[in-house]
């Protein structure tokens, strides 16, 4: 894809959530496999590429070890070879909020200066393959004036969610958004797919400013070799998210029918449903799973301010209108589906 400003972008992943929404910006805004080294030197030659944005993960809900490792370790170094080979000279890459993350527990406001477990979110194989795989993309930083940046998202949600959004609307069509899970009170951050598209885009405009620069940067305006927290910058209650998709589909859920109920309670069923689940087919797990519903019960959230002060990151599409742009989209789904 050509833009204007940052030249030819090459977006891996482009078919995924963020990718898509990647693409959409660029070609709206007027700026407009990874495991073969061959074909992504083919693919790289042929588009004359500038920037790479790296946003390639297999799902994560369907972990599925031996993939994930082959591409968000082997694959990302294999890009970052190939752009050294090239000379390619900007790489922004997709990261995650979970690398900070050494258990289910509560996160505050975390920012750049925590550090990286070993092995984060208990050794979840999502988890520690886009932690290793972040440190391969900055330590690539300057070699063969390549520069790279990492972008740490958390929960994403918008059009083309097949997920967050997808789940919270069927749970309000049968009736289940009205059980939360803990408190309901826990703080959550979330991500519109169209605010982390821009923000993937304003770093790669940054590092490309960075290569072209005649003089050092200061330390505290520097991309290059950074990683970056990424969120709406606007913390909900995570069942909040829940009971708005309700209320926008015409199901709302007054405070009188609210059952909240204990996660170890509700952990427990689920862990008999999973074991049951996996005698009978020796593989498959439950749509929902324990390590799903913890996350839903811990508060989480994230401190933006170097995004704000070194990219100029502002979320352009508030917590509200995002949400309803995702109903929007999956109702016109459901819709095309019954007439076809």
Known sequence: MTDSNLGSVFIIGGCGLLGHHIVKYLLESGDATITSKKDVLDALRRTNTEVIINTASPDPLVPVPRLLEEVNITGTQIVLDCAMELGIRIHVYTSSSEVVQHSYDDI??????????????????????????????????????????????????????????????????????????????????????????????????????????????????RVDGEAFFMTNDDPWPFWEFSRFVAAEIGKP????????????????????????????????????????????????????????????????????????????????????????
């Open 253 to 340: 859920i007054p405070d009188s029918q609210i059952w909240t109920i204990p996660l170890s309670v509700v952990c427990f069923f689920v862990k008999i449903m999973e074991w049951a689940i996996w005698v009978g087919t020796f593989r498959e797990k439950p749509s929902i799973t324990t390590e799903m519903l913890k996350y839903t019960a811990e508060i989480r959230t994230f401190d933006v301010t170097k995004a704000k002060q070194r990219l100029g990151y502002r979320p352009r599409v508030e917590m509200k209108e995002g949400i309803r742009r995702g109903i929007a989209w999956h109702m016109a789904q459901f819709q095309a589906k019954k007439t076809s």
């Open 108 to 221: 505050l406001m975390a920012n750049e200066t925590w550090p990286l477990p070993e092995n984060p979110v208990d050794g979840a194989v999502y988890s520690r393959t886009k932690k290793i795989g972040e440190e391969l993309v900055l330590a690539a930083n300057g070699k063969n004036c390549l520069l790279t940046t990492a972008i740490r998202l958390c929960t994403l949600f918008g059009e083309g969610d097949r997920v967050l959004t997808k789940h919270m609307i069927e749970m309000a069509q049968d009736g289940r958004a009205k059980y939360h899970v803990g408190t309901g009170k826990n703080l959550y951050d979330f991500i519109y797919a169209g605010n982390a598209a821009e923000g993937h885009v304003l770093a790669a405009k940054k590092l490309l400013e960075a290569s072209r620069a005649k003089e050092p940067i200061p330390q505290e305006l």
